[in-house]
């Protein structure tokens, strides 16, 4: 009993350690993740405010849609006011509707979740692979065969007689999940490939831009992912269709005119505001520059960490580049009581940490909703926790 106490503390003093090797010298906390305003953010957002164009129409809003498209290799790109939001109108474009189910990783950011349930849409629970903390395409392939029939609309989970109609690939912490592999399943059962790339902006699967694999991707600028614009999202397409009815019911669905009012059908009033996208072109100009300096503070953890007994640095999936939004440990204990311990310990000693998120079944919302057994997600959630990934902190060693 004392045995495995000591040997519990053990692993959080000796994780405190090594991410002292790597962490700036200081008795203040140690963010997640902040953001770093270092070039033109002050110069764009003063600009909206001397020339009063800070709602939804503005210069900066179709640059910064023009940048993001260059930058991801995205032939269309929609801002829109968050992640969520664009979240929602790629799920409702896409035929998701009420009483549909929509596939999505047990492991997410309750976001995910949130915007199948907008629709009146079920979300189905999937597993993810240790590999890569994306959804198991194997495991998934393999589920979908023993579970669901096609008739004439489409798959149909056979126990519950809903039709499936979308598939959510999420790519965790900045990690690209198996793109080849999900759009091989994605088109085996016929199911369009979402993306929520809300936390990988600048991460590469096999050399491209991860949100340019599903039919349409979703990015998030929240101000704790990589580059921020306060709040804010935007949707990927290479689909012209798409792009059309994105922007089309983002702006209220009204239709061009000098000065009619005229809305052909029930729009949202979703897209991003000038001074915020302000922010976002400011960021972007910044974007390969974090990403540089997030990549080194991970080639520090990952020295540190290594040969580590008990605890070890997740490193990006093989052929991705990631952007290392959020850096992750595994502990090798999966029961939990050593995560609390090092959470417990480090969050003291102001290095903020956090496990991943409590998974989708066991929130009051989605404890219902159908699943696949989800037990690498399981393991993960209880053995998993995110340190300090801001740019900033990464110091020339
Ligand atoms: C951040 C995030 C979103 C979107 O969040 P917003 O705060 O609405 O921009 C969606 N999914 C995941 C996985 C996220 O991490």
């Not at 106490?5 to 994780?15: C, M, N, T, V, Y």
């Not at 999202?233 to 269709?241: I, P, V, W």
Request: glycine letters at 8%.
């Amino acid at each position: 009993m004392s045995l495995s106490i000591d040997r519990k503390s053990g692993i959080a003093e000796q994780i405190c350690q090594r991410l002292d090797r790597c962490l700036p010298k200081t008795t203040d906390l140690i963010q997640l993740h902040a953001p770093l305003f270092e070039g033109n953010e002050w110069a764009y957002v003063k600009d909206c405010l001397d020339t009063g164009w800070v709602s939804s129409v503005g210069k900066y809003v179709d640059r910064f849609e023009q940048q993001l498209a260059a930058y991801t290799g995205s032939q269309f790109c929609i801002a829109t006011a968050n992640g969520t939001l664009g979240l929602h109108v790629a799920l409702l474009l896409l035929g998701v509707g009420a009483g549909d189910e929509v596939l999505i990783p047990d492991l997410t950011f309750v976001a995910t979740a949130n915007a199948v349930s907008y629709l009146g849409a079920i979300p189905h629970l999937v597993d993810v692979s240790e590999q890569t903390l994306g959804v198991d395409p194997v495991a998934l392939r393999d589920y979908l065969s023993e579970r669901t029939v096609r008739d004439s609309d489409g798959l149909v989970n056979r126990l519950t007689g809903r039709h499936i109609k979308a598939l959510v690939v999420m790519h965790t912490f900045g990690h690209p999940a198996q793109l080849d592999e999900m759009l091989a399943v994605s088109e085996e059962f016929k199911l369009p490939l979402i993306e929520d790339a809300a936390e990988s902006i600048g991460s590469l699967y096999k050399g491209k831009h991860t949100g340019r694999f599903g039919q349409i991707a979703v990015l998030s600028f929240n101000g704790n992912k990589t580059i921020t614009t306060g709040g804010g999202g935007a949707l990927l397409t290479d689909n012209s269709e798409l792009a059309k009815r994105a922007k089309h019911l983002t702006t209220t669905a009204k239709v061009p005119h000098k000065w009619r009012f005229y809305h052909d059908c029930v729009g949202f009033n979703y897209r991003l505001p000038n001074i915020n996208a302000a922010l976002g072109c400011a960021q972007l100009e910044q974007l390969d520059r974090f990403i540089a300096m997030k990549r080194e503070l991970a080639a520090q953890y990952r020295n540190a960490f290594d040969g580590m007994d008990g605890a070890r640095f997740f490193i990006e999936p093989k052929d991705c580049r990631s952007n290392y939004w959020l850096n992750t440990l595994i502990l090798e204990d999966k029961s939990g009581a050593t995560l609390d311990e090092v959470l417990t310990v480090l969050n003291e000693r102001q290095i903020q940490t956090r496990p991943a998120w409590d998974l989708m079944h066991t929130l009051p919302a989605f404890e219902h909703a159908p699943k696949m057994p989800t037990p690498v997600a399981e393991q993960l959630a209880s053995s998993m926790l995110c340190i300090p990934s801001s740019p900033g902190l990464w110091q020339e060693k």
